[in-house]
């Protein structure tokens, strides 16, 4: 087979590769997704070792800590779910949330309208956010309104695309000056390579010194979106992220690694243990 004809027949593959994500996904369900993540035993605040203090612990740190800063916050593949934003909303005066699919969009838009209709009750997150700042718990409602009033857009976003938003025109010039992304490149990537890819494309929609905070899952093979919606992951280790983010140019500035416990594999996703990168691109 000559090499152009080889090419061709790799582009087709891969083409097919990513359609087969794209219906996988045509079955997301965001309140099952927010059901089986984000409400007990995994979104246990009252347990010393739950992953959600973890989670939230490493994002504020991350945000507070002096080097982020600037103007405008990404969140890429944001799904159903604002905790990830929560304490980025207070270092940023513009906040893009972006999603592939509308009906996760529209659960967003669902919460900042504030009509209250939205699937999940987030002020135990918001509480806890308010606390690591040193608030009172009773704050979270001024929180909420912080975080309403510096969302600017909800914006599709495709990770597979070479430049991921239609609209990147809202976007300053030389590009966001923060990334945050939770449990979305492994998520949509067939593959390693597929994964790689979509880390470097994100990366275009970050200027200079700006920064990338990255969770995800390790060791997980599939998740379910839905009732019997079976998503593939491609499963990552520790030294995979950090090739990665080398081959893309990032300098890694924090790696954490918090391995679930057993009562917390409830059959939903295989995960075995989530990781929190914070990463600069030079
Ligand atoms: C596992 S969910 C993560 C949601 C949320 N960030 C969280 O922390 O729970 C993966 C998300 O990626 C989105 N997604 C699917 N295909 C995508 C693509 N090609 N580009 C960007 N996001 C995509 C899905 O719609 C879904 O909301
Ligand atoms: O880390 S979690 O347990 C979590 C949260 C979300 C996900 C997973 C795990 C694993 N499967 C992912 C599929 F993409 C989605 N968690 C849920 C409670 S709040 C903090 C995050």
């Excluded at 090499?3 to 593959?13: A, C, W």
């Excluded at 592939?100 to 900042?112: I, M």
């Excluded at 239609?166 to 449990?183: E, I, N």
């Excluded at 990255?214 to 009732?227: D, K, V």
């Amino acid at each position: 087979m000559d090499r152009d004809v080889k090419k061709e027949k790799e582009g087709n593959e891969r083409e097919k590769d990513i359609e087969a994500m794209v219906a996988c996904y045509q079955g997301f369900d965001p309140v099952a997704y927010l059901q089986y993540n984000y409400t007990p035993p995994r979104a246990d605040f009252d347990r010393p070792d739950s992953i959600v203090p973890w989670k939230l612990g490493c994002l504020h740190r991350a945000f507070t800590e002096g080097d982020v800063g600037g103007k405008v916050l990404v969140d890429v593949g944001s799904g159903p779910t604002i905790y990830q934003v929560l304490s980025g909303c207070e270092v940023f005066d513009t906040l893009f949330l972006t999603d592939f699919l509308e009906v996760n969009r529209q659960e967003l838009r669902r919460w900042l309208g504030g009509e209250g209709c939205s699937s999940l009750d987030w002020t135990p997150y918001l509480q806890h956010v308010c606390k690591l700042e040193g608030r009172s718990p009773s704050a979270w409602s001024e929180k909420a309104a912080r975080l309403r009033s510096v969302v600017s857009d909800i914006l599709p976003i495709d990770v597979h695309r070479s430049s991921p938003l239609q609209s990147s025109a809202k976007l300053p010039g030389a590009g966001a000056d923060c990334l945050v992304s939770c449990f979305c490149l492994e998520s949509v990537s067939p593959d390693l390579t597929f994964f790689n890819r979509a880390l470097g494309h994100i990366g275009g929609l970050l200027r200079p010194g700006g920064h990338l905070l990255l969770i995800g899952a390790l060791g997980e093979s599939y998740y379910m979106g839905g009732r019997g919606v079976r998503i593939p992951v491609v499963p990552l280790d520790e030294a995979q992220v950090c090739a990665s983010l080398k081959a893309c140019g990032y300098t890694l500035v924090r790696l954490e690694v918090y391995t679930l416990p057993q009562d917390m594999r409830v059959g939903v996703d295989d995960v075995t243990g989530v990781f929190f990168v914070k990463a600069r691109k030079p």
